[in-house]
């Protein structure tokens, strides 16, 4: 199977163009991921001015980003739908505009944020940043602040979830812009830089891609393609866990194909990919003795505290969890079927649903389609994994 588009690298991608229109840069996207998320990207960066249209692409959908109006009105509301990642991306663009902008959302977002409200002009400065909780907010200043009279200087401290930022500062050097990158501790950024439109293929996911791979090791053997193993995204560590639990990994260019085989529990550390938890928690029920799962105290900002959430969701399915601050300690058994909650989760409902292809009967997960926020084609995707 073709890996779905990394919707981090498009709604990045979709700012940068929007800002690259603002001086008559024309940007094609290939590849651009159909997630509720990125869609929500596209409908904002329209608000701004910029004129998006379908292009011809190989794989996926492919856009054409390029200038329209930008006399903006007085006022405009950006609806960054449910991603946080939009919100803090778009306030922090939303800032170098000349429009009064009320960011606003729907869903999950409303009870992570207190929404709507009113975006502050952005000037240049010196900026404190902790990263502790998000890198979002970082990757919103790091595009925002080219664009703004003066230079500026951004000081972080406790950084999470560095792949993020590496992903954003290569947009950034795509579309033309330089900043001077100091241990991810400071960042010196030059004003009035100018965004010059460019050609950008997106590429696949692992965040998504991780509920596959662990789905072959499960219960049969998958092969996906379009996986860029130099990836960025710091979740293509997947892939060293898999070969940790003992799971038949071959790995190429651009394909990872995982076959099935007895399970050992491993330990690991999501503080560096968070998104990594529910799909290794699906594989820890698998394996056979107890995993530990380590950095999961920022996993209660999410869409739910997916902590708690897959805690409670699982025991119904008859797991054995401990779960304290820090860790989760995670026995390997045999599942049974029963009625589950999404929480409106799109990254539950996908550990949900591989960890319970060895269950005893069928898992019934209420609110299943919210994994279009990132992967509308999960469960069709997952019905290629071939069992044994």
Same mark, same amino acid.
């Given at each position: 199977?073709?890996?779905?588009?990394?919707?981090?690298?498009?709604?990045?991608?979709?700012?940068?163009?929007?800002?690259?229109?603002?001086s008559?840069?024309?940007?094609?996207?290939?590849?651009?991921?159909?997630?509720?998320?990125?869609?929500?990207?596209?409908?904002?960066?329209?608000?701004?001015?910029?004129?998006?249209?379908?292009?011809?692409?190989?794989?996926?959908?492919?856009?054409?980003?390029?200038?329209?109006n930008?006399?903006?009105?007085g006022k405009?509301?950006?609806?960054?739908?449910?991603?946080?990642?939009?919100?803090?991306?778009?306030?922090?663009?939303?800032?170098?505009?000349?429009?009064d902008?009320t960011?606003?959302?729907?869903?999950?977002?409303?009870?992570?944020?207190?929404?709507?409200?009113?975006?502050?002009?952005?000037?240049a400065g010196?900026?404190?940043?902790?990263?502790?909780?998000?890198?979002?907010?970082?990757?919103?200043?790091?595009?925002?602040?080219?664009?703004?009279?003066?230079?500026?200087?951004?000081?972080v401290?406790?950084?999470?979830?560095?792949?993020?930022?590496?992903?954003?500062l290569?947009?950034?050097?795509?579309?033309?812009?330089?900043?001077?990158?100091?241990?991810?501790?400071?960042?010196?950024?030059?004003?009035?830089?100018?965004?010059?439109?460019?050609?950008?293929?997106?590429?696949?996911d692992?965040?998504?891609?991780?509920?596959?791979?662990?789905a072959?090791?499960?219960?049969?053997?998958?092969?996906v393609?379009n996986?860029?193993?130099?990836?960025?995204?710091?979740?293509?560590?997947?892939?060293?866990?898999?070969?940790?639990?003992?799971?038949?990994?071959?790995?190429?260019?651009s394909?990872?194909?995982i076959?099935?085989? &007895? !399970?050992?529990?491993? @330990?690991?550390?999501?503080?560096e =990919?968070?998104?990594?938890?529910? $799909?290794?928690?699906?594989?820890? +029920?698998?394996?056979?003795?107890s995993?530990i799962?380590?950095?999961?105290?920022?996993?209660?900002?999410?869409e739910?505290?997916?902590?708690?959430?897959?805690?409670?969701?699982?025991?119904k399915?008859?797991?054995?969890m401990?779960?304290?601050?820090?860790?989760?300690?995670?026995?390997?058994?045999?599942?049974k079927?029963?009625?589950v909650?999404?929480?409106?989760?799109?990254?539950?409902v996908?550990?949900?649903?591989?960890?319970?292809?060895? &269950? !005893?009967?069928?898992? @019934?997960?209420?609110?299943?389609e =919210?994994?279009?926020k990132?992967? $509308?084609?999960?469960?069709?995707? +997952?019905?290629?994994?071939?069992r044994?």
């Amino acid at each position: 199977m073709f890996a779905n588009p990394s919707k981090s690298y498009t709604q990045r991608v979709l700012a940068a163009a929007c800002i690259a229109a603002r001086s008559d840069g024309v940007s094609v996207i290939n590849g651009s991921s159909r997630s509720d998320d990125a869609k929500a990207a596209v409908e904002i960066i329209k608000k701004l001015g910029a004129v998006v249209e379908d292009a011809p692409g190989d794989h996926g959908k492919s856009l054409r980003i390029s200038a329209g109006n930008f006399t903006l009105p007085g006022k405009i509301e950006l609806n960054c739908g449910e991603s946080a990642l939009n919100l803090r991306l778009f306030k922090a663009m939303a800032g170098t505009i000349n429009s009064d902008v009320t960011m606003s959302g729907r869903g999950t977002l409303l009870k992570r944020v207190a929404l709507p409200y009113k975006v502050e002009r952005l000037k240049a400065g010196v900026f404190e940043v902790d990263g502790s909780k998000t890198s979002q907010d970082l990757s919103g200043l790091l595009m925002a602040l080219p664009c703004v009279e003066g230079d500026s200087e951004i000081v972080v401290r406790n950084l999470k979830s560095r792949p993020y930022v590496e992903m954003t500062l290569k947009v950034l050097k795509d579309f033309g812009i330089e900043i001077r990158n100091e241990d991810f501790k400071k960042f010196k950024i030059k004003g009035s830089q100018k965004y010059k439109g460019t050609e950008f293929t997106v590429e696949g996911d692992w965040s998504g891609a991780a509920f596959i791979l662990v789905a072959g090791a499960i219960c049969g053997n998958v092969r996906v393609d379009n996986l860029n193993i130099n990836s960025l995204q710091g979740d293509k560590v997947i892939v060293d866990v898999l070969k940790q639990c003992g799971a038949g990994v071959m790995v190429g260019k651009s394909t990872v194909e995982i076959t099935k085989d &007895s !399970l050992r529990p491993f @330990n690991f550390d999501v503080s560096e =990919c968070p998104d990594l938890l529910p $799909p290794l928690v699906a594989l820890a +029920l698998n394996c056979d003795g107890s995993s530990i799962i380590t950095g999961i105290e920022r996993l209660k900002y999410k869409e739910s505290d997916r902590v708690q959430t897959l805690f409670n969701e699982f025991s119904k399915m008859g797991a054995v969890m401990k779960t304290f601050d820090d860790r989760m300690i995670i026995q390997g058994g045999r599942l049974k079927g029963c009625d589950v909650e999404s929480h409106n989760d799109h990254r539950v409902v996908m550990a949900l649903a591989v960890a319970g292809l060895n &269950s !005893l009967g069928r898992a @019934n997960i209420k609110g299943a389609e =919210c994994v279009s926020k990132s992967y $509308p084609d999960f469960f069709s995707d +997952l019905k290629e994994v071939k069992r044994q």
